[in-house]
């Protein structure tokens, strides 16, 4: 089968051949390693959601599930559609820098840009802010899986999307009862659920006092 976009991925192949060494070799790693950026991030965001209210903490704890939840959404989707990996399917096309993945190992969606998506959206969710970092960090850590020649530019749209919509479905479905699952855990006097879910805000407010002379 011949895709729309198997041009634009023998064009993309190409400029990464064309590219200096040290730029292929970052691709190469940085495919991998961007997605232990969110794994970071996601630990970062529950460590500093154990001083927010509940339903703040219990977005953080969801944040990485529902990322999982969008990679298994993935994976029964590449059984259902089985597309052959294109750097074996796309003829002409320039010899992939990553290995390409065995017989069976199927191309869409992109996992790594399914898990990419997911992070990126629930992260926002965890803290606004992080968007400046994740969503560019979403799309480069995508683009990659093409550079390196693994995957079709179809391929990873699809997974930024589908990831981003399943994680955000989740969140939305499950914010309460799992707030209610922390605010029991956090009004537990074991010692390990209280460090896991922290206390909460301290409060900041101190009882004001009188300076009127008697």
């Known amino acids: 089968m011949d895709f729309v976009d198997s ?3 023998r064009d993309i192949t190409d400029h990464a051949h064309d590219a200096p060494a ?3 070799h970052t691709a190469e790693i940085g495919t991998e390693a961007g997605l232990l950026v969110f794994v970071a991030l996601f630990a970062l965001g529950w ?21 999982a939840v969008a990679y298994v959404c993935s994976e029964i989707l590449k059984s259902v559609v089985a597309e052959e990996r294109p750097c ?5 096309a320039a010899p992939s820098l990553a290995e390409c993945p065995p017989y069976g190992d199927w ?27 994740t969503v560019p960090l979403a799309l480069l850590a995508a683009f990659s899986r093409v550079f390196v ?16 919509a399943v994680a955000l479905t ?6 309460g009862p799992a707030t209610r699952l922390a605010a029991t855990v956090r009004g537990s006097t074991a010692p390990v659920a ?5 206390l909460g805000p301290r409060a900041t407010a101190l009882p004001r006092t009188s300076h009127r002379r008697p």
């Open 47 to 67: 460590w500093r959601a154990r001083r927010s209210d509940t339903r703040a903490f219990a977005i953080a704890v969801l944040a990485p599930l529902a990322t």
């Open 170 to 175: 989740v969140v939305a479905l499950a914010t």
């Open 22 to 24: 040290w730029l292929r």
């Open 194 to 198: 209280r460090w896991i879910t922290g």
């Open 88 to 92: 074996r399917a796309v003829a002409g």
């Open 149 to 164: 020649g693994v995957h079709y530019p179809h391929d990873v749209a699809a997974g930024l999307l589908l990831g981003a």
């Open 107 to 133: 191309s869409f969606p992109s996992n790594h840009a399914t898990i990419a998506g997911a992070s990126a959206a629930t992260l926002v969710l965890v803290r606004r802010t992080l968007v400046r970092l």
């Open 7 to 9: 041009g634009l991925y």
